[in-house]
């Protein structure tokens, strides 16, 4: 077990940028649909001020999700993430745009999935996370498996797991504690 965090703490260290599915990862995986069609889902704030956290401390953060949702470009645009790749039938067909966009090796890259469409980009990347209540087959290939089921926190748990990581997070209490 203490091998597994040393390697999880070793994955996470060299992360430049987290890149998240949505459905199962920033949502519990429910999809809301109102009687005029109309697509809801639920995001937890401490996901998103974990996002905000990485972003303020350099680490860029980005979305790649097989369904397309307005909701999703909305929360995006409201935690300043710019990468955004909706509807991807390949997800790793995205991952390779951002990586080159971003001038990133797969090393500096985390992603967090939860489902088996995920496994190609899990396998890629440098720092790969399963969300507690992932697949069988999605925590097999992940380094570090959350604590927290996604949408409820599992997303700031990564953020924290990254700071933590770069040495970064004392800093950032420290801050909340002198304000």
Same mark, same amino acid.
């Given at each position: 077990m203490?091998?597994?965090?040393?390697?999880?703490?070793?994955?996470?260290k060299?992360?430049k940028?987290?890149?998240?599915?949505v459905?199962?990862v920033?949502?519990?995986g429910?999809?809301i649909?109102?009687?005029?069609?109309?697509?809801l889902k639920?995001?937890h704030?401490?996901?998103?001020?974990?996002i905000k956290?990485?972003l303020m401390?350099e680490?860029?953060? *980005?979305?790649?999700?097989?369904? !397309?949702?307005?909701?999703?470009? /909305?929360? &995006?645009?409201? @935690?300043?993430? %710019?990468?955004?790749?909706? *509807?991807?039938?390949?997800?790793? !067909?995205a991952?390779?745009?951002? /990586?080159k &966009?971003?001038? @990133?090796?797969? %090393?500096?890259?985390?992603f967090?999935?939860?489902?088996i469409v995920?496994?190609?980009?899990?396998?890629?990347?440098?720092?790969p996370?399963?969300?507690?209540?992932?697949?069988?087959?999605?925590?097999?290939?992940?380094v570090?498996?959350?604590e927290?089921?996604?949408g409820r926190?599992a997303?700031?748990?990564v953020?924290?797991?990254?700071?933590?990581?770069?040495?970064?997070?004392?800093?950032i209490i420290?801050?909340?504690?002198e304000?």
């Amino acid at each position: 077990m203490e091998m597994a965090k040393k390697r999880a703490d070793r994955c996470a260290k060299g992360v430049k940028m987290l890149l998240l599915d949505v459905d199962g990862v920033m949502t519990n995986g429910g999809i809301i649909i109102d009687d005029k069609g109309q697509e809801l889902k639920v995001f937890h704030v401490r996901d998103g001020h974990g996002i905000k956290l990485l972003l303020m401390n350099e680490i860029k953060v *980005g979305i790649i999700t097989g369904r !397309e949702s307005e909701v999703v470009k /909305k929360r &995006a645009e409201e @935690l300043g993430i %710019e990468a955004v790749y909706q *509807g991807c039938r390949d997800k790793t !067909e995205a991952y390779e745009k951002i /990586k080159k &966009a971003y001038k @990133l090796k797969d %090393e500096e890259i985390g992603f967090v999935g939860d489902d088996i469409v995920d496994i190609p980009i899990l396998k890629r990347v440098g720092f790969p996370v399963a969300v507690a209540d992932a697949t069988e087959e999605v925590k097999t290939v992940a380094v570090y498996v959350t604590e927290t089921r996604g949408g409820r926190g599992a997303v700031r748990e990564v953020a924290e797991f990254i700071l933590k990581a770069k040495g970064l997070w004392k800093r950032i209490i420290d801050e909340y504690m002198e304000a």
